[in-house]
C-alpha cells in the first residue's frame, strides 16, 4: 500500500480493509478448518500442552500461531501451508519428546535443568545469579506458601519449566526472616528474634566470632527470627 493511499477517516479502510466482502464469508471457512488444524495439533502433541507448557512446547505453539496467522488475514495465501507447517512442528515435537525420554543429556539441553535456591535454610546466591531469579523474587515465591523465615525451609527448587518446588523443614529452627521490612507491626505480631545470629544477605548461622559469612562473605548479620 502507497502512503498516499493511507488517509485518516477512511473507514471503510480501517475496518473492513482492501477485500472484497465476500472474503469474510471465506475468513469464517478458514478459521473453522484451522481451528479443527489446531485442535489435531494439540491433541497429538500431549496431555502437557493444555497443562504448563516447557521450552519445546512454547516454541511449538509460537511457531503454530505464527503459521496460522498469514493464511486468516491474506487471501492471496492458501490454508495448506498452515497445514504443512502444523504437520512439521508435530513431528518434530513427538522426535525430541519420544527421543528426550530415553535420553537424559538430550532432555537435560532441550529442557534446562532445575536449580536449587535455597540449601538447608540458607540462599543458593551463585544459582540465583545464574538463573536471575532476585532474593525478593525468591522471598515472594517463600510467601506465598506461608513461610515467614528460612529456617521453614529445607530446599526451593527452580524447575526446568520455570515453577518453584518447596520442601519443608521437618523440625523449624530460626532463620531469616522474608517478611517485608515495611509492613513492620505484621513482622512483630507473627516472628520474635532470637538469640542467633543470621547472615542478612545469604541465611547462613553466624557464631559470634564470625567477622563474615562463610557462604557468601557478607559481612552483615542480623537475629535469626522464629
Not at 529442557?111 to 522471598?139: C, R, W, Y
Amino acid at each position: 500500500m502507497k502512503k498516499e493511499d493511507i488517509q485518516f477517516g477512511d473507514w471503510q479502510r480501517m475496518f473492513l480493509g482492501d477485500v472484497p466482502g465476500g472474503f469474510y464469508w471465506e475468513v469464517v471457512l478458514r478459521i473453522a478448518v484451522i481451528y479443527l488444524v489446531l485442535m489435531v495439533s494439540m491433541r497429538l502433541m500431549g496431555k502437557r500442552m493444555a497443562s504448563q507448557l516447557s521450552r519445546n512446547e512454547m516454541i511449538a505453539m509460537v511457531s503454530l500461531a505464527a503459521a496460522i496467522g498469514v493464511p486468516l488475514q491474506a487471501p492471496d495465501r492458501g490454508i495448506l501451508a498452515a497445514v504443512v507447517i502444523a504437520t512439521v512442528v508435530i513431528l518434530i515435537q513427538q522426535i525430541i519428546a519420544r527421543v528426550g525420554a530415553n535420553n537424559q543429556r538430550l532432555e537435560s539441553i532441550t529442557q534446562g535443568d532445575l536449580s536449587v535456591l535455597v540449601q538447608d535454610s540458607k540462599l543458593h546466591l551463585p544459582n540465583m545469579k545464574m538463573t536471575g531469579i532476585t532474593k525478593e523474587k525468591a522471598f515472594s515465591q517463600l510467601r506465598s506458601n506461608g513461610i515467614r523465615h528460612l529456617g521453614e525451609v529445607k530446599r526451593l527448587y527452580f524447575e526446568a519449566d520455570g515453577s518453584f518446588t518447596l520442601i519443608r523443614n521437618r523440625e523449624v529452627h530460626p532463620g531469616l526472616g522474608i517478611l517485608p521490612e515495611i509492613d513492620a507491626e505484621f513482622t512483630n505480631q507473627s516472628c520474635r528474634a532470637s538469640d542467633e545470629l543470621v547472615c542478612k544477605r545469604c541465611g547462613q548461622k553466624l557464631a559470634v566470632t564470625d567477622t563474615t559469612c562463610t557462604n557468601c562473605g557478607s559481612s552483615e548479620r542480623v537475629n535469626a527470627v522464629e
